[in-house]
């Protein structure tokens, strides 16, 4: 009688789990067919636009190795990377962006990373710089030189 109760509890335990699973991919089924066709086929949430600011945070002499990384999808909304690195240690940041503002309040590098995101310009704004090589690198690279 035992058996026959428990063997009963577990058919009972797999309908429900097959029940549940069942509704879930019914749910995903019908989430992904709304999103797909309020947007003729393309996700409105995908990340469309991307900016990338290098700068020197720190105003030491080892270059521009700070960064701000804006995400965007075509609604601007997203987030805004910044990761502000030093000769010992590094920080990173995210900040949420909706609708082109940020959720918090954004630095000026920062800011220049969503306008550059929002206006697809995926080069270097005024006042951005590249990465370049440290000083004791480029004395390293004389020095070789110098010696051959």
Not at 20 to 44: E, K, Y
Not at 76 to 96: F, H, P, Q
Request: charged share 25%; aromatic share 6%.
């Amino acid at each position: 009688m035992t058996g026959a109760l428990l063997g009963a509890g577990g058919l009972l335990f797999g309908l429900l789990a097959f029940w549940r699973t069942r509704t879930a991919i019914g749910d995903c089924h019908v989430m992904i067919r709304n999103s797909l066709a309020a947007a003729d086929g393309i996700d409105p949430h995908a990340i469309r636009n991307a900016a990338l600011v290098y700068y020197d945070a720190l105003e030491e002499r080892f270059g521009a190795r700070s960064f701000s990384l804006a995400l965007l999808d075509s609604a601007g909304d997203g987030v805004v990377l910044t990761s502000i690195n030093g000769r010992a240690e590094a920080r990173t940041y995210a900040k949420a962006v909706v609708g082109g503002r940020a959720v918090e309040p954004l630095s000026p590098e920062e800011q220049r990373a969503v306008r550059a995101a929002r206006l697809g310009r995926r080069t270097p704004l005024v006042g951005e710089a590249a990465p370049v090589r440290l000083p004791v690198e480029q004395e390293a690279n004389e020095q070789v030189r110098q010696a051959e």
